[in-house]
């Protein structure tokens, strides 16, 4: 069947009404938002970089992702697409005929990125987690290069299944109001701990949670001096399921057994990542790009990063934690305490005033 998604037309074998794995090929319309930042991020990088790049999709499938890099932007210089699967690799070929910069690999994600190294873009969009690919995505990027990674095992990293979590990416995911944001910090900063392995270092520069995936965007920088500097941005969010106050921590040792405020027990989320995610220089740029094909969704996403990347805090707030009472309109909180919206939950805002002021400005309502 034929189908169209941004600025382009494509073929797969069936559209079932559940997406899984089990399909000959596999094509998902929900990731549309997926391949638009795609799109809206490397148009960008290709500016910021001033040069076409070398990319490839290693875990291709029908070959959406990059007939959309080809076609809606002038940013690539010659794509390579993998899929261990023929069917995939067959379609793709098919899908993007017509194109000359373009090679097709039908191989182990993890083989071709090491057998065809130095590339400027990477994306790694596999089913569940992104972990078995990173150490040979990081070898296989070229310094200064971009990669960008999909997680969408997010139950473990939201809290889910805490043990798998653990097992996967070495991290206590945390149970509290702002879980989406603790699993996109517990991604990235497992991607930088795999960066750090391998005497490189991955900062990210873009990232965010959607539905039922987590999307995070590193650029490979130049020397390991960086390397301390992120590594101080690696820490954990204590946080207290009694009265709400939460705080961060660079050093596991710090964290109080109690909570500081109301002395209930105090948990705790991570390791994860507490820095910023954005860079504010892409963002400038990815503000100006054309939205015309993009999802209404993408742009109301995008349009809440902008705000939210001027907060420094690693969390953020719903009212609804505070108490069941009948709680200012989120306009009037966003005014009220020099806070943000937030991408990551419609009722959610993202503030840097104190934890102690936000909550008495909701006592008076509770
Ligand atoms: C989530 S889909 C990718 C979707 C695609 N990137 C898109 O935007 O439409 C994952 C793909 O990875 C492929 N795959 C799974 N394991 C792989 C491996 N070890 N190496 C290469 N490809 C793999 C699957 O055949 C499937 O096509
Ligand atoms: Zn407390």
Redesign the pocket.
Same mark, same amino acid.
């Given at each position: 069947m034929r189908l169209k998604e941004g600025a382009v037309e494509f073929f797969i074998p069936e559209l079932p009404d559940l997406i899984s &794995?089990d399909m000959e090929? @596999?094509?998902?319309p929900f990731?549309a938002i997926? +391949?638009d930042f795609t799109v809206l991020i490397l148009k960008a990088y290709s500016k910021l970089k001033a040069k076409k790049l070398f990319i490839a999709?290693?875990?291709? /499938?029908?070959?959406? +992702?990059v007939l959309r890099l080809l076609e809606e932007t002038d940013a690539v210089e010659k794509a390579f697409l993998?899929?261990? &699967?023929k069917e /995939?690799i067959e379609l793709a070929q098919k899908n993007l005929e017509g194109h000359q910069n373009v090679e097709y690999f039908n &191989? *182990? /994600?993890?083989?071709?990125l090491l057998e065809n190294k130095g590339f400027d873009y990477i *994306?790694i969009?596999?089913?569940g987690s992104p972990v078995? @690919?990173l150490e040979s995505a990081i070898k296989s990027l070229k310094t200064g290069g971009l990669i960008g990674i999909?997680a969408?095992d997010t139950a473990s990293l939201s809290g889910s299944y805490p043990f798998k979590a653990f097992r996967r990416y070495g991290s206590k995911p945390l149970d509290s109001e702002f879980y989406h944001e603790s699993a996109l910090r517990i991604l990235i900063k497992s991607v930088i701990e795999a960066s750090f392995r391998l005497d490189s270092v991955l900062k990210p520069v873009f990232g965010f949670s959607y539905r039922h995936f987590l999307r995070a965007f590193f650029i490979k920088l130049k020397g390991v001096s960086k390397a301390v500097d992120i590594s101080t941005k690696i820490g954990y969010i204590g946080y207290c399921h009694s009265c709400k106050f939460r705080a961060n921590y660079t050093c596991i040792l710090d964290l109080p057994k109690f909570c500081p405020l109301c002395g209930d027990f105090f948990d705790y989320g991570g390791p994860l990542y507490i820095g910023p995610i954005y860079d504010n220089e892409l963002l400038n740029i990815m503000k100006d790009e054309d939205f015309t094909y993009f999802h209404k969704d993408t742009i109301k996403v995008f349009n809440s990063i902008l705000k939210e990347s001027s907060i420094k805090s690693p969390w953020f707030y719903k009212a609804n934690i505070f108490g069941k009472g009948i709680m200012p309109k989120l306009k009037d909180i966003l005014k009220d305490l020099k806070a943000t919206p937030t991408h990551f939950s419609p009722e959610g805002f993202k503030t840097d005033v104190p934890f102690t002021y936000v909550k008495e400005y909701f006592e008076k309502w509770a």
């Open positions: &794995k090929v @596999f094509y998902n990731m997926n +391949r999709d290693p875990m291709s /499938a029908s070959g959406v +992702r993998n899929d261990i &699967k /995939a &191989k *182990d /994600a993890n083989v071709f *994306d969009d596999p089913y078995p @690919f999909t969408t």
